[in-house]
């Protein structure tokens, strides 16, 4: 077998079969399979496998959001109820406080009216005391100044009942006013 | 085999091959190799590397191989999908070969047997496909339709089929070369009549226009008619 190289322009005629025939079916075959190998099969797949990776996250997107959205949903609700809460809380502390308020103000005044009670008690009683005092040293100068008006030891003590007894009658009736 | 004409150039000839003695390779073969080893490089580099963000020359191959896939399927049906590499087989080689001109190549299907073993191929595929999906018997009663003596005519028309299939896309390229060569020819000799000059003026710019019409536009039609004749023969012996 050798292979020989024409150089001289010898032709095939124009419409003919021949050994060009089979060469082509060979070269027909031979592209085929290296454009599905080489070309068309990895490309198609690599296709194939970045569309449903693109479509995976797709839907993998919608289920987030759809998961976002029902959370929302939820806290929305939530939310209402926590504004509802809070109003009711709010007004039934305010209640609370009002009570607490009035209360308070009741027993302050409660309290005062005590003290003021206490405080008349108090002062009638000092009044009482401090009078009983007067009377006694009225009494006491009055014996004085009687002894020395009359210049005479006069017995003391029946003298001194004697005025008790005057000074208490006026004290009467001047203390009943 | 003559050294005139507009055939094929025969490029080498293996020699003293036991049994079937010397085989001449015409340039037909030699320019398919070639294109062959385009394709194959072109899809090693393009389909190398490829990353989700396509860009470049992957952005290229893979609008190539979705316009073939999608073009199967509009033709074949969704389910027909595993022949788009067979319909892009046609389509590149039968495109490149029929644009290949261009270069100053012979194109491949400017000859017979390359169109013949095309439309041969897809005549096989169309009967072997027919017969498996339909069942012989069912295959059989397609040709007694619509009418049993119409026989004859469906025997004869299902053969015509690969017959005007090559035919078409040979007669179709043969006709720009020869077109293409007697055009030279005549700017040729147009300019050395004219000025006397042994240099051919008229041949720069002129041929472009023919070019453009013989090369691309009839070319790349005649890919795209032999192609979607083959899937409407396949996907039609299918149903």
Redesign the interface.
Same mark, same amino acid.
């Given at each position: *077998?050798?292979?020989? *190289?024409?150089t001289?322009?010898?032709? /095939?005629?124009?419409? #003919?079969?021949?050994?060009? /025939?089979v060469?082509?079916?060979i070269? =027909?075959l031979?592209?085929?399979l290296?454009?599905?190998k080489?070309? /068309?099969?990895?490309? =198609?797949t690599? *296709?194939k496998k970045?569309e449903d #990776?693109i479509k995976d996250q797709i839907q993998a997107a919608k289920d987030l959001d759809e998961d976002a959205q029902k959370l929302k949903a939820q806290y929305e609700l939530k939310l209402t109820h926590a504004d509802e809460e809070g109003k009711e809380i709010i007004k039934k502390y305010t209640h609370r406080a009002e009570n607490r308020a009035f209360e308070i103000v009741k027993t302050a005044e409660a309290e005062v009216d005590t003290m003021k009670l206490n405080a008349h008690r108090e002062l009638e009683r000092e009044r009482v005391k401090a009078v009983n005092e007067l009377k006694g040293q009225i009494s006491e100068l009055t014996i004085l100044a009687a002894s020395k008006v009359v210049e005479k030891d006069l017995n003391e003590a029946d003298h001194k009942e004697l005025i008790n007894k005057f000074i208490s009658e006026v004290g009467e009736t001047q203390w009943q006013n | %085999?003559?050294?005139?004409?507009?055939?094929?150039?025969?490029?080498? $000839?293996?020699? @003293?091959?036991?049994f079937v003695g010397d !085989?001449? &390779?015409?340039e037909? &073969?030699t320019v398919?190799?070639m294109?062959?080893f385009v394709?194959?490089v072109?899809? !090693?580099v393009? $389909?190398r590397n %490829?990353k989700?963000e396509a860009k470049g020359l992957q952005l290229v191959?893979?609008q190539i191989?979705?316009v &073939?896939?999608n073009l199967t399927k509009q033709n074949m049906g969704e389910r027909n999908y595993m022949w788009?590499?067979?319909v892009? $087989?046609l389509l590149?080689?039968i495109g490149i070969s029929n644009i290949i001109g261009l270069l100053g190549f012979r194109p491949?299907t400017g @000859?017979?047997?390359?169109t %013949?073993?095309?439309s041969i $191929?897809t005549f096989v595929l169309t009967q072997f496909f027919g017969v498996k999906s339909k069942g012989l018997g069912g295959y059989g009663k397609g040709f007694l339709q619509p009418m049993p003596f119409l026989l004859p005519l469906n025997i004869i028309g299902e053969l015509a089929n690969p017959v005007s299939l090559g035919f078409r896309l040979f007669g179709n390229i043969?006709a720009g070369i020869i077109i293409m060569s007697l055009l030279y020819g005549a700017l040729g000799s147009l300019t050395d009549s004219l000025f006397g000059l042994a240099v051919p003026l008229f041949q720069v710019g002129v041929p472009a226009v023919f070019h453009i019409y013989f090369d691309m536009f009839a070319g790349l039609l005649q890919s795209f008619i032999f192609t979607m004749l083959t899937m409407v023969f396949i996907s039609g012996a299918m149903e």
């Open positions: *077998m050798s292979i020989d *190289m024409v001289s322009s010898l032709r /095939f005629g124009l419409v #003919e079969l021949n050994w060009t /025939f060469f082509q079916l070269n =027909t031979i592209l085929f290296i454009l599905k080489f070309l /068309f099969v990895p490309v =198609t690599f *296709m970045r #990776e | %085999m003559g050294s005139e004409g507009f055939g094929p150039r025969i490029v080498f $000839t293996l020699r @003293d091959l036991p !085989i001449p &390779v015409s037909t &073969v398919t190799w294109i062959i394709l194959l072109f899809s !090693i393009a $389909t %490829m989700r191959v893979e191989v979705s &073939v896939n788009a590499p067979f892009g $087989t590149f080689f491949p @000859d017979l047997n390359t %013949m073993c095309l $191929t043969t």
